[in-house]
């Protein structure tokens, strides 16, 4: 998927305090006035005083970037479970993703090879094995540190569909550091000639040590006749800035090959290594 640059904001949220300092409003008030300068006080004990909000202290901050070392790779076990609400209807499917990190670069972009290797496939909870010489599906694509993805393949079948969905977890990182509370966001207007509806993503940082930060996700697209939206969590690896985990839930969208194109809610699950975190015959 090529995408030109999208706008990144970060938000800053401030609390203002605004005295009121009029003797006519001291007054109304039921207050006394000083009589050295007019201006209204409260008549409050000193036991009763309100105290200051503390300030929410931020023991550590990380810059999250991507680590593109080449040769590097990155495995996880993949769910992307389909519910039908209305006709309670189950498609769920498990897979090992890779992600290796190549040599080659392309105009400042590190090229990465993903490789998808189908594990399960569940139908209203039969499970269904692939033949043991199932192909895995490769991807190309290409990054930069701050996560940002050019170029990538789409899938060979129901290709606006799986990239709408792929899309999702991707994060794009701020050039600064990020700390507990920290918001951003991204936006992607539908003139990238990617032919996808526009996209707003919105992350924030709700926990963050020296090893992992937890981002909250909201996601919308807009513009198109049926947007998707979606709400999640993301863990990142805060020396590698690749996903850790990821448990996000994705409305109103379809299931790939669905002649009948019936919404549903697809809950989609990463877990780093070759164990699975989410079972679709237990969700």
Known sequence: ???????????????????????????Q??????????????????????????AIASPFDATLRLDLTPGTTHQYEVTRDYRSAEAKEQTAYS??????????????RTKISASYVLLKTVFDGQIVLPSSKSIPLVRKEQRIPNGQVFLRELFPSD?????????????????????VGSVW????????????????WEWTCTALDDKTATLTLTFAERECAKPITADGTLTIDVKTG??????????????????????????????????????????
């Open 95 to 108: 897979e090992s993703v890779t992600y290796t990190v190549s040599k080659d670069q392309e105009e400042g």
């Open 159 to 179: 290709r606006t569909t799986r990239e709408r969905q792929t899309r999702v977890t991707d994060v794009r990182f701020l050039s600064e550091p990020i700390h």
């Open 185 to 200: 966001a991204r936006d992607v207007p539908d003139t990238t000639g990617n032919e996808f509806p526009a996209a707003h």
């Open 29 to 54: 008030r039921g207050r006394s006035v000083s009589p050295r300068t007019g201006r209204g006080f409260a008549s409050i004990s000193p036991s009763v005083m309100p105290s200051p909000a503390p």
């Open 242 to 283: 690749w996903i850790d985990s990821a448990d996000v839930k994705i409305h109103n969208t379809i299931t790939p090959g669905d002649s009948e194109a019936e919404a549903v809610e697809l809950q989609v699950t990463w877990t780093k290594g070759s164990k699975p975190s989410h079972d679709p015959m237990k969700f």
């Open 1 to 27: 998927m090529s995408v030109s640059s999208p706008s990144v904001t970060r938000h800053n949220h401030h609390t203002k305090i605004l005295p009121c300092f009029l003797d006519g409003c001291a007054r």
